[in-house]
DNA sequence: TAGATACTTAGGTAATTTATTAAGTATTTT
DNA sequence: AAAATACTTAATAAATTACCTAAGTATCTA
C-alpha cells in the first residue's frame, strides 16, 4: 500500500481519481508514458487496494477505494501518536531527572 | 516519503523509534538482518526526512522527525478529504439526474 | 595498550520495479 | 463488414532496491 504511493505516476492516477472514477486512458493522458505502463500502475493500484475498477463495453472505468486510504492514514496517525506520547513521557523523564541529559 | 515506508524492516524501525530514541543496533537487533542493511535501511530513512541521527562517542543514536510523518498524513487526508467531497458532488448529481446511472 | 564494541565503507549479487515495443482481443462506429 | 477505439497480453530491457560478506575506523574498557 505505501509501495503503491511510493511511484509519482500512481499518485498522480490517485489523484485523477480523487476528482472523480476516470477511464484507463484517462489516467493515462496527464503522464508521459505508453498505455502498458499505465496499466501495470493500475494493476498494483488495484492490488494494494487504493483502487477498483470495472469494465463496461470497451471501457474500464477506475475508482478510488477510501477505505485503503483511511487504513494508511491510520498507520501513520496512530505512529505519530505514540510518538507525541513518547514526547511527553519525555518531557515527564526531562523533569524528574534534569541532571542527566538526553543526547 | 512513501517510498521510504514501503519497505517492512524500515517500517519495523519507524515503529521502534515511534517509542523513543534508539541506537542502530537497537534498531536492527529486532530484524533478522546484517548492520551494514540496516544503515541502508537507515539512510533511506533519513534521505526521506522521516529519520534524524547523530553520533555521540561510538553510538548513533536515531529518532523521528514528527514534521514527515505529518506531511504523509497531510498527503492522504486531503486526497481522502477531495474524494470525500467527490462523493458528495456525485450524490448531488445522482439526486438531479436519476434516470442517467453512473457506470 | 590490547581487545571489544559500534558502526561504516566497499564491492558485488539477486530480486523487484518500471518502462518499452509488438501483437493481440473485444467493442463501437461508419 | 471494415475501420477505429480502448484496452490487454507477452516478452524484454534497464534501473533500482535489498542483501550480503569482508574489511575498515573510531571509541570505549579492562
Redesign the interface.
Known sequence: M??A??DPAR?SM??R?????ASVSELAEPLVMSLPSVMQHLQMLEASGLVRS?K?GRVR?CR?E?AA??L??RW??E??A???G?LD??GDYLDAHPEEP??
Chains 1, 2 share one sequence.
Do not use: K, M, N
Request: charged letters at 25%; hydrophobic letters at 40%; one cysteine or more.
Open positions: 505505501f509501495q504511493l511510493a499518485r490517485v489523484d481519481l480523487c476528482h472523480g472514477p470495472q463496461v472505468t478510488i477510501p486510504l483511511r494508511a492514514e501513520i496517525g505512529r505519530r505514540y510518538w507525541e513518547s513521557r519525555l538526553e543526547a
